[in-house]
């Protein structure tokens, strides 16, 4: 839910005038400051020197995520099992490590087999196998050293160490002092030719049990989930990125190291360095340790496509919790124009405490603890919601809520936005970025973010260029289109006492 790209998109849009003030004189667009290589596997490589202290910052992502898996949990499990280490690192001896982990996956196939008969299963032939599986496990871990990629990045003054997978894509980045540069190209190039998925059937348990804990525990992450899986009938967007339980309970890791050699390959990567960094330096390290990685040919491609929304859907979540309300509209993604104009939108709404929103439901009206909106949730890489979130304020109710909300929306149909307030908005955008950006792991992130969602970092060098041109216009056109009771998704929490939450009906 954390995918909100209404402060990073525009306020990218004048990188430049950060990198005017960090490099006087020396180039006056991104363009003119970024390297960029391909090399023959089709690893894309991205570059910025920053040579204000000794650190860098690394991102290396795959075009790969949830949607490309369809919920059942893969890339976020992949995720985990790739911090398991390598045939060399996390090991004190791996070819006999590697004769127990052999009859691991034999004790878990017959172990998953027989739990899947259901019912008809037999609990003691369960017992033993469980029995099995634990004793292997125990023998196997004497030859395990835990975390050690993580140990000897920390030991050498890494910063930021982390993974992230969502519905479009997966992260791995660090920052780190600039002379200890080889050490990432060297761990990283062997964790993606080396990877041994040691404690898969334990790791796969943790991921369950953090399922447990987060979207079956915690009301709004399962509201959320709820809302999707309302808002989209068909694509999988629809499906959380942690997999539902009765896919992940029986994940294969033959199924994952299918998943893994299809999508984990260079020409479907980025690689972003930004800091103390030569640049050619850089990329022929980067040859040298990632070069010989073989591309695939053939990368699948994503076609599911979902159909026009004819008609409001409508639910209402029972949880023990305030009163919520969310609504999604269907919308084009980027690099649609339409995605720029809800950029702006957004900015209209919710940016901040003079925002046509907040200043209705929460200053003037008093019938909301707070408003959001956020475009291009809960992905990029295919047509997305335009989402307004709030919580009603005791003891008005999410009726009320909406009521204003739609009157607001309205009110944008039939009244354009002056140019003042347009202005305004652009020149917020613009401030947020400056406060925001002033890291090279933020830059990096964003250069292989656009890079893998738009197809080309340039994304960002074109935005501010594209917004200045929207006219008033174009937004009321937009939300005329778009923001209409046919299009839209609208879920309320309703709390388990009933109280405050008398509005959602279910229509599906």
Avoid at 250 to 270: G, I
């Amino acid at each position: 839910m954390n995918v909100s790209r209404k402060r990073r998109i525009p306020a990218l849009t004048i990188v430049m005038i950060v990198f005017l003030w960090t490099c006087p004189g020396q180039a006056t667009h991104l363009a003119d400051l970024v390297v960029e290589q391909t090399l023959r596997n089709g690893l894309k490589v991205l570059v910025l020197e920053r040579h204000q202290s000794p650190t860098v910052s690394l991102y290396l992502r795959f075009r790969v995520g949830m949607i490309d898996e369809g919920g059942k949990g893969l890339a976020h499990l992949l995720e985990h099992m790739l911090f398991k280490g390598t045939t060399s690192v996390g090991t004190k001896n791996f070819p006999k490590e590697k004769k127990l982990l052999f009859k691991i996956d034999q004790a878990g196939r017959k172990l998953d087999a027989e739990r899947k008969k259901g019912e008809a299963a037999s609990p003691q032939v369960i017992k033993e196998l469980e029995k099995e599986l634990k004793a292997l496990q125990e023998q196997a871990s004497q030859y395990v050293v835990t975390d050690e990629m993580t140990l000897l990045y920390t030991e050498n003054g890494a910063t930021g160490l982390n993974a992230s997978t969502g519905g479009d894509l997966t992260t791995y980045h660090v920052s780190l002092p600039s002379n200890r540069i080889e050490l990432w190209a060297r761990l990283e190039s062997d964790r993606f030719r080396n990877p041994v998925f040691r404690e898969f059937y334990s790791e796969r348990d943790v991921v369950l049990q953090e399922r447990r804990q987060t979207n079956e525990s915690e009301p709004l992450s399962k509201f959320w989930e709820q809302f999707l899986a309302a808002a989209y009938i068909f694509h999988p967007y629809r499906n959380p990125v942690i997999g539902w339980e009765s896919h992940l309970q029986f994940l294969s890791k033959s199924e994952m190291e299918e998943f893994f050699r299809t999508y984990y390959v260079p020409n479907n990567a980025v690689i972003a360095a930004v800091g103390d960094v030569r640049a050619k330096e850089f990329i022929s390290l980067v040859e040298r340790y990632f070069g010989s990685l073989p591309r695939r040919e053939y990368l699948p491609a994503l076609t599911a496509k979902e159909p026009p929304q004819i008609g409001e859907r409508r639910i209402a979540v029972h949880l023990d919790a305030q009163p919520q309300v969310m609504i999604g509209y269907h919308k084009p993604t980027l690099p649609s124009r339409e995605d720029y104009v809800f950029d702006l939108v957004d900015a209209v709404l919710s940016g901040g405490r003079t925002s046509r929103l907040y200043q209705r439901l929460v200053e003037k009206d008093q019938i909301a603890v707070q408003i959001n909106t956020a475009n291009g949730i809960p992905g990029a890489r295919c047509a997305n919601l335009f989402m307004i979130m709030a919580t009603p304020r005791h003891p008005h109710t999410v009726q009320e809520v909406e009521q204003a909300i739609s009157e607001e929306i309205d009110r944008l149909k039939k009244e354009p936005v002056s140019d003042r307030e347009l202005q305004k908005v652009k020149n917020q955008l613009a401030g947020d970025f400056i406060r925001s950006l002033n890291s090279n792991a933020g830059l990096a992130g964003e250069l292989s973010y656009f890079e893998i969602v738009a197809g080309d970092w340039k994304y960002i060098d074109t935005h501010l260029e594209v917004l200045e041109k929207i006219t008033t216009r174009e937004i009321q056109e937009a939300i005329q289109k778009y923001l209409i009771e046919d299009n839209r998704t609208v879920a309320v929490l309703v709390p388990k006492s009933g109280k405050g939450g008398q509005g959602g009906q279910e229509k599906r």
